[in-house]
């Protein structure tokens, strides 16, 4: 029997033999009890050598839709009691709009124009050392269950993961509502990879482990009967399927709990970019580095129960994520990582003073704005956050930046870049800087895009196209016309 257990793919593919629908229906959003502890002994989990790492990965989630970051509507009960009882970053930067580039980072902990992960064919390197593989050395087993084909093993990112891959799509629970933005939506739900991370979790359960699971349905408006809360508008299907996602957490935290690893295991939820309501004129992601767009959510929860729940209130990067866990865990750091551990910030906060300089000067997020378009030449934005300001800039309109004042103008609709040309001034150089940085050598890979990648890609939205811009759509890739890549 050990044998069959230790087979990679025995988890994913249980998940299509498991009655879904009863699971789905036996959904229990209360977070199971962890002892409590004082706030000091955060710094403490270094000199353990049992904690587990669950990776939870909620694609398109931006922050403000989450009641645990103050939403009015209670989208995220699960979540929300995470972060009461665990440490919340208030102020999260994904580094970029869409999930490649923004996950190559996240994992990398360095810039997207470090990386070089910025077109539909470009992968990561072997070279570039991974968390999955630290923690694999480290003595941890390792897996990735995902439902997402741009974080696919053959764009780079299964490095250091002893299994890798999509959990088997079952029938989809009766009850269930799609909202997806395209016409052929991925099959199965979000629940295929609950139950295959469960399964993986039982597994290995006396065992040390790393584990990351990459849901999928709030970027495809997926959700179910019970979570449908919200009414039936488009940004009321995101809530409900965030609601939904919630659920789902909450039953993988619940099995955890039954079998003996939650109260040694450090949860990390985050998500890749945010999603657009028309606020700036669009809907959806991949197309600009507005607030919604990349303004993501953070929470760990820790072994145990905090005494006093920890709001990091600093602007900060998913960048940041891996050099912070590991770090927590005295395990070794990322080689030639950017992103810096934010365990200081988080000491400070839990200890009510003030962090001094621990925090990031500033957060860079990029897109190519023509990531998508087979044979287009590259048009980088760029936008560079500072604690209460913004700068956008588009190689495409040089002459064009915008700068927003995020204290008085969270919204980001009062552009004051011809009224406040000193502040501007130095951002811009920077943003010019990295528009035109190219990675090192060997850092980037280019992967074929084939039919059967195509495919799926087709099932989350995304469409790759031709070079056929009009003018148009050169000088303004992202205006009226062009063709969006989702």
Known sequence: MRKLLDSPWLYFGLAGLLALVAA????????????????????????????????????????????????E???????????????????????????KTSMASLWSAVTPAATGV??????????????????RKAGFRTAGIFRNEWVAANFGFGQGFESYGRPAPSQAPERMERRSPNDNPLRGTDLDATEAAMEFVRSYQSEKFFLYIHYMDVHQYTYSEDSALFGTGYADAYDNA???????????????????????????IASDHGEAFGEHGTEGHARNLYRE???????LSLPFRL?????????????????????????????????????????????????????????????????GRIGADPAPMVAIRETDSRLIFRHAQPDRPEFFDL???????????????????????????????????????????DDYNLTQLRALGYILEKEDETAACKDDPAGPGCPPPH
């Open 293 to 299: 767009a990349v303004h993501v959510p953070w929470i």
């Open 307 to 371: 005494e006093k729940p920890v709001v990091v209130e600093s602007v900060v990067r998913n960048m940041d994520i891996w050099p912070t866990v590991l770090d927590l865990l005295g395990l070794p750091s990322i080689p030639d990582a950017e992103g810096i551990s934010l365990v200081p910030l988080i000491q400070a906060a839990a200890e009510g003073r003030d962090p001094g300089d621990a925090a990031p000067a500033s957060a860079v997020a990029q897109l190519d704005q023509t990531w």
């Open 242 to 268: 965030i609601h939904w996602t919630d659920r789902n957490i909450g039953h993988l935290l619940k099995v955890m709990d039954e079998v003996g690893v939650l109260d040694r295991t450090v949860v990390v």
């Open 24 to 71: 789905a229906s036996q959904f229990d959003l209360n977070v199971p009890s962890r002892p409590s502890a004082a706030n000091e002994e955060i710094g403490k989990l270094r000199d353990r050598d049992d904690v587990n790492v669950v990776f939870i990965m909620v694609d398109t989630l931006r922050a403000d839709h989450l009641s645990a970051y103050g939403y």
């Open 407 to 449: 204290a008085s103008d969270p919204g980001e609709q009062r552009n004051l870049a011809a009224e406040q040309p000193d502040q501007l001034a130095p951002l811009l150089d920077e943003a010019r800087a990295v528009a035109a940085r190219r990675p090192d050598e060997g850092r980037v890979i280019e992967v074929p895009v």
């Open 73 to 99: 509507r209670e989208t995220t009960p699960v979540l929300s009691d995470l972060a009461s009882v665990g440490v919340r970053f208030a102020e999260v930067e994904a580094q970029s709009s869409w999930t």
């Open 118 to 135: 910025l077109r539909y064919g470009d992968g990561l390197a072997e070279q570039i050392t991974l968390p999955a593989e630290i923690f």
